[in-house]
């Protein structure tokens, strides 16, 4: 291990093309990151490779298809290090989280009997939450529902032993909260439910951008990303144990292989955006490199672990300098952990209301100085439900990622200043 080289925000921003761009001489200030973040340049390298250097489809005895299918194969096992997988055998990339939970909700679902149960969670985004209900109704399967506490927006993990039995057969949980902010024990949830017999589900897609995703840690059978959430590509990726890929009966047309990674992959997949997420993962393992200490030669997995926590302390200061504002003005009320103390125990996304302000006015008046920023309820439709602002426009999210500055906390400050003294 080297020593680690202290963050430095010009080098971090300059590895992303989009930052250095202003509108009519306002520059961006992006804080919409748990929506989108930013692409690294890496990814557009990779991705021109893709699409110009062997752009074919795979299967070929001709050389770009060779190249293309060899590449392919690589991005798998490069996802796999990325995710904690044991192998690339365990990884699926696809057109986005959404669409891969409600593919395999479709295959799960096929050996649910009436009456059975299953578990979904009130923390969720409903992509993990729809895909089930929908399949529950066709199967005629009873819903149950792991809540969260309105106080300290943690899970009610002491109400898992009553929500599980025998005849759950699977339960669905988040890891980050993409309102709350809330990162879960996840690995408490999956042990309860795989004890139960249960299949498990994470959602990780908001989680994958701040800190080092172990699947096989956490214990999972499924588990979920987008990486157009953690500077790559508009895709998704996900994990999945070897024993449910295999004991899965694929939807799939009949000459294509059986085998993974193309069991789970029907049809052709966006190479671009496979290679594309692999650009994503080497620039995490760049900031190992440059700002944590981790050799250039080390593993890929120990690069990208040095890396995130390189970020993870950035997003950490951001997230304090943030709440010190926000925490004086009564204006504001955050949904969400807020003490200073526990800032570890949340992800740098942070939604709020600022007095009478309607949340799309607030974020109007962020878009009129160039400051992105998200109003409404983000999906988490459970979430806003519980809160009760589902029928009130929602709330205003601000959410950094690793390019953001104390720079801009502080304009996203003065800004909120402004709003709570008129609110
Ligand atoms: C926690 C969470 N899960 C799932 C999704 C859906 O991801 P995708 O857009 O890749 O379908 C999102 C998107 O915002 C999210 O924040």
Same mark, same amino acid.
């Given at each position: 291990m080297s020593s680690p080289m202290s963050w430095n925000d010009q080098e971090v921003r300059a590895a992303f093309p989009a930052l250095a761009q202003s509108d009519n001489g306002v520059p961006r200030l992006y804080a919409d990151a748990p929506g989108g973040t930013q692409v690294a340049g890496r990814v557009?390298?990779?991705?021109?490779?893709?699409?110009?250097?062997?752009?074919?489809n795979d299967g070929g005895v001709f050389r770009t298809s060779r190249l293309t299918e060899e590449r392919m194969l690589a991005a798998h096992a490069t996802a796999a290090t990325f995710l904690g997988a044991a192998n690339a055998q365990e990884v699926v990339f696809g057109l986005n989280s959404t669409s891969l939970l409600f593919h395999f909700s479709r295959m799960l679902a096929r050996d649910w009997q009436?009456?059975?149960?299953?578990?979904?969670?009130?923390?969720?985004?409903?992509?993990?939450?729809?895909p089930?209900?929908?399949?529950?109704?066709?199967?005629?399967?009873?819903?149950?529902?792991?809540?969260?506490?309105?106080?300290?927006?943690?899970?009610?993990?002491?109400?898992?032993p009553g929500?599980?039995?025998?005849?759950?057969?699977?339960?669905?949980?988040?890891?980050a909260s993409n309102f709350l902010g809330t990162i879960n024990d996840v690995g408490r949830i999956v042990a309860?439910?795989?004890?139960?017999?249960?299949?498990?589900?994470?959602?990780?897609?908001q989680s994958a951008p701040h800190f080092a995703i172990n699947a096989a840690r956490i214990g999972c059978d499924l588990l979920v990303t987008s990486p157009y959430k953690y500077f790559g590509p508009h895709a998704g990726l996900a994990y999945i144990r070897t024993e449910l890929a295999d004991r899965l009966r694929a939807l799939k047309v009949r000459p294509s292989p059986q085998t993974m990674p193309y069991k789970h992959a029907p049809g052709?997949?966006?190479?671009?955006?496979?290679?594309?997420?692999?650009?994503?993962?080497?620039?995490?393992?760049?900031?190992?490199?440059?700002?944590?200490? /981790?050799? !250039?030669? +080390?593993?890929? $997995?120990?690069? =990208?672990?040095?890396?995130?926590?390189?970020a993870g302390r950035h997003e950490e200061a951001l997230?304090?300098?943030?709440?010190?504002?926000?925490?004086?003005?009564?204006?504001?009320?955050?949904?969400?952990?807020?003490?200073?103390?526990?800032?570890?125990?949340?992800v740098p996304t942070f939604s709020f209301t600022v007095g009478r302000h309607p949340?799309? /006015?607030? !974020?109007? +008046?962020?878009? $009129?100085?160039? =400051?992105?920023?998200?109003?409404?309820?983000?999906?988490?439709y459970e979430i806003a439900g519980v809160l009760g602002v589902r029928d009130t426009g929602g709330v205003v999210r601000v959410g950094f990622a690793h390019y953001n500055t104390s720079g801009e906390v502080d304009s996203i400050a003065a800004v909120l200043r402004e709003l709570a003294a008129s609110g």
């Open positions: 557009l390298e990779r991705m021109r490779e893709a699409l110009v250097e062997h752009c074919a009436a009456g059975d149960e299953i578990v979904v969670s009130r923390m969720d985004h409903d992509a993990n939450i729809a089930w209900l929908i399949a529950a109704e066709e199967r005629g399967v009873t819903v149950r529902w792991l809540e969260f506490d309105t106080t300290t927006y943690q899970y009610r993990y002491d109400s898992l929500l599980l039995g025998p005849r759950t057969r699977l339960i669905a949980c988040n890891h309860a439910g795989r004890a139960a017999g249960a299949v498990t589900v994470v959602d990780a897609v052709t997949p966006s190479f671009e955006a496979q290679l594309g997420t692999v650009g994503a993962i080497e620039h995490l393992a760049w900031l190992g490199e440059r700002f944590g200490g /981790a050799l !250039a030669s +080390a593993p890929l $997995r120990a690069r =990208i672990e040095r890396g995130l926590a390189a997230a304090n300098r943030f709440l010190s504002v926000a925490r004086e003005l009564p204006q504001v009320r955050i949904f969400g952990i807020d003490d200073p103390a526990h800032v570890s125990g949340r949340a799309s /006015a607030v !974020a109007e +008046a962020f878009a $009129r100085r160039n =400051i992105f920023v998200w109003s409404g309820s983000f999906y988490a």
